[in-house]
């Protein structure tokens, strides 16, 4: 069964929430664009207030890109873009939101859920949460927005800690990088969201949404620029198209380590 993205609201509160238990809420290509619609729409819904977004169950917030759905959805260069394209769509959803979006994080926090959560304004964790960025080990090149928003949540050598290493973090350490807000005991985490949430939503609107377009603003003429030289746009096309990003992906759906050869 292919997993969705389903919502309910509490009072102006509303939480979107990815679900995909089998697979640890991983992520196919319809609900990174499902994320992205209805991150939207709720922005849009004038009973709403703030965003939170969850995983469904107790053993993850996302972790990260259905890798079985690779060869169906980014077999070719065509595919690959349509791929990209929609999970950019759920990571910009968060900036372009004029309420607040909260990430609340239990358990897996990997790849694409890592940079959804990193694409959220506020990012509160329970204690059992890990976190981790194995780009490095699936051959994948990473795109400069997403890049321009982890150095900006925890810095230029956080980010290339995450990156380089692709190790497992705790979330104590997760905390100490600065990535998250908050770290609460597990049996916490949804009281201490809610009461986080509504202290928000009891603010200006006009005033957050300000701030919002602001932040948006400082941050994104420069990655705009750096994403189009031509320099970055082949290193991350010579990614994609590589024997190593192959690789990466058997090696992962195979549970064995990868052998990347450069090529």
Sequence with gaps: MSGTVFSRQHAS?????????????????DMWQSLA????????????????LEGDGDQAFVSGADISTFEAQRSDPEDQRRFSAAVEAAYGAPGKASKPVIAKIRGICFGGGLGLA??????????DARFRMPAAR???????????????????????????????????????????RDLVPTGQLDQHVAVLADSIAENAPLTIAALKRTVSALSSAQVEELATRPEI?????????????????????EKRTPNFQGR
């Design 118 to 127: 990193a694409a959220c304004d506020l990012r509160v964790a329970a204690d």
């Design 138 to 180: 699936l051959g994948l090149g990473y795109g400069t927005q997403g890049i321009a928003r982890f150095i900006s949540v925890v810095g230029v050598a956080n980010t290339l800690d995450m990156f380089m290493t692709a190790r497992v973090f705790s979330a104590k350490d997760a905390l100490g990088m600065g990535f998250v």
């Design 13 to 29: 509160v509303r939480h979107l929430v990815i679900s995909n238990l089998a697979k640890r809420n991983a992520m196919s290509r």
């Design 37 to 52: 619609d209805q991150i939207a729409q709720a922005d849009a819904d004038p009973s709403v207030r703030v965003i939170v």
């Design 233 to 253: 746009v082949e290193a991350l096309a010579r990614c994609a198209q590589s024997e190593d990003y192959r690789e990466g992906a058997k090696a992962f759906m």
